[in-house]
């Protein structure tokens, strides 16, 4: 039942600005760690930014400075902020997160659908 629904992608231009959403749903008990990866055609999928439960972040050199990643525990959802895109940027967006579910103290790993972003002119 626990679930990552994404939004917010889109068609941009460069050096413009998206907000990614992650939301997670369902009987979860709580939330560990939550970040965003990327992947394009022809390439691994990496990290791009992530958090743990206590709000420490870390980004991938190449959005440093560009990208900014915020949660909010009350709603369960995790932001990327998105600022001076580059073509480069274009990729399928992906949301991870650890939840622990209701019920148990196990933690699970879960993956968002993605959300398509594409950079270009």
């Known amino acids: 039942q626990v679930q990552l629904v994404e939004s917010g992608g889109g068609l941009v231009q460069p050096g413009g600005s998206l907000r990614l959403s992650c939301a997670a749903s369902?009987?979860?008990?709580?939330?560990?760690?939550m970040g965003w990866y990327r992947q394009s055609p022809g390439n691994v999928r990496e990290l791009v930014a992530g958090?743990?439960?206590?709000?420490?972040?870390n980004y991938a050199d190449s959005v440093k400075g560009r990208f900014t990643l915020s949660r909010d525990n009350a709603k369960n959802t995790v932001y990327l902020q998105m600022n001076s895109l580059k073509p480069e940027d274009t990729a399928v967006y992906y949301c991870?997160?650890?939840?622990?579910?209701?019920?148990?103290?196990?933690?699970?790993?879960?993956w968002g659908q993605g959300t398509q972003v594409t950079v270009s002119s």
């Open positions: 958090t743990t439960s206590g709000g420490s972040t």
């Open positions: 991870n997160a650890d939840i622990v579910r209701v019920g148990g103290g196990y933690e699970y790993n879960y």
């Open positions: 369902g009987r979860l008990f709580s939330i560990n760690a």
